[in-house]
C-alpha cells in the first residue's frame, strides 16, 4: 500500500514564479518528513526536512510546510530557478529511520 | 569528501546471470539501505542495516536477492540468477542515526541494471 502519495506527477512554472508541490501520506506514525531533488542519471540528493512536531521549516528559497492533522505536507521553493527543474520525491520516515518515498513530481521551469 | 560510492554504474547481463552490486557508505555513517528504482513501482527500500546488522529485509522480492555487509565501509547486493524483470537503477542510501536523528539519508548514484 503506497502510504506517502504525490498526485501530481508533473508541474510546470515561469522561473522567478512559485513552485507548489503536494504530498500526503496515510500513517499517523510518521514522525519526520523530508523532500529529496533528483536529477537524470543521480542519485537524489536531500534538500530539505522537518519533524513532526514542527509546522514549518525554511532553508533559502526552499519552505516546507506541515499539517498533521490533514496528514499533508507541501514544498515551496521561491523564486522558481531553470536549475530547480528535476524530479522532486516526498520521504516520510519511521522511528527506525525507515523511509516511505512518493512516486515524485517532475518540476520543469521555463524561462 | 566522498559521497555514497557505488560500482559498477552500469550493468547489462544475461538472464539467468550472477549479478553482484557494490556499495561503500559515507564513512562515520552506521546504517546503510539498498533501494530499487522503477517506472512501475518508483522508489522502493529492499533491506536496510544498521552497524552491518541486517535490521530489516521485507523488501528483497525473492530468495534470489541477498545483501551483506562484511565492514562499516562495504555492502553487496547480489541478485542470482537475474531475471529481465529486475531490470532497475538501484540506490545504495547511508545515515547517521542516533537517538535525535533527522533520518536523512545520502544516496549513491545508482547502478543502472539491465537483464536480457
Not at chain 2, 79 to 87: A, F, G, H, L, V
Request: charged letters at 20%; aromatic letters at 12%; proline letters at 6%.
Amino acid at each position: 500500500d503506497q502510504q506517502v502519495k504525490q498526485n501530481s506527477p508533473s508541474l510546470s512554472v515561469q522561473e522567478g514564479r512559485i513552485s507548489i508541490l503536494n504530498c500526503d501520506y496515510t500513517n499517523s506514525m510518521f514522525d519526520y518528513f523530508l523532500w529529496y531533488k533528483k536529477y537524470p542519471a543521480e542519485g537524489p540528493t536531500f534538500l530539505i526536512s522537518i519533524s513532526s512536531i514542527k509546522d514549518k521549516n525554511e532553508d533559502g528559497r526552499f519552505t516546507v510546510f506541515l499539517n498533521k492533522s490533514a496528514k499533508h505536507l507541501s514544498l515551496h521553493i521561491v523564486p522558481s530557478q531553470p536549475g530547480d527543474s528535476a524530479v522532486y520525491f516526498c520521504a516520510a520516515a519511521d522511528s527506525w529511520g525507515k523511509l516511505q518515498f512518493g512516486a515524485g513530481t517532475q518540476v520543469v521551469v521555463t524561462p | 569528501d566522498a559521497g555514497v560510492i557505488q560500482s559498477p554504474r552500469h550493468e547489462v547481463t544475461e538472464m539467468g546471470q550472477e549479478v553482484t552490486l557494490r556499495c561503500k557508505p559515507i564513512s562515520g555513517h552506521n546504517s546503510l539501505f539498498w533501494y530499487r528504482q522503477t517506472m512501475m513501482r518508483g522508489l522502493e527500500l529492499l533491506i536496510y542495516f544498521n552497524n552491518n546488522v541486517p535490521i530489516d529485509d521485507s523488501g528483497m522480492p525473492e530468495d534470489r536477492f541477498s545483501a551483506k555487509m562484511p565492514n562499516a565501509s562495504f555492502s553487496t547486493l547480489k541478485i542470482q540468477p537475474s531475471e529481465p524483470r529486475d531490470s532497475a537503477v538501484y540506490f545504495c542510501a547511508s545515515s547517521f542515526s542516533s537517538d535525535d536523528s533527522s533520518y536523512e539519508q545520502y544516496f549513491g548514484p545508482g547502478t543502472r541494471l539491465t537483464v536480457t
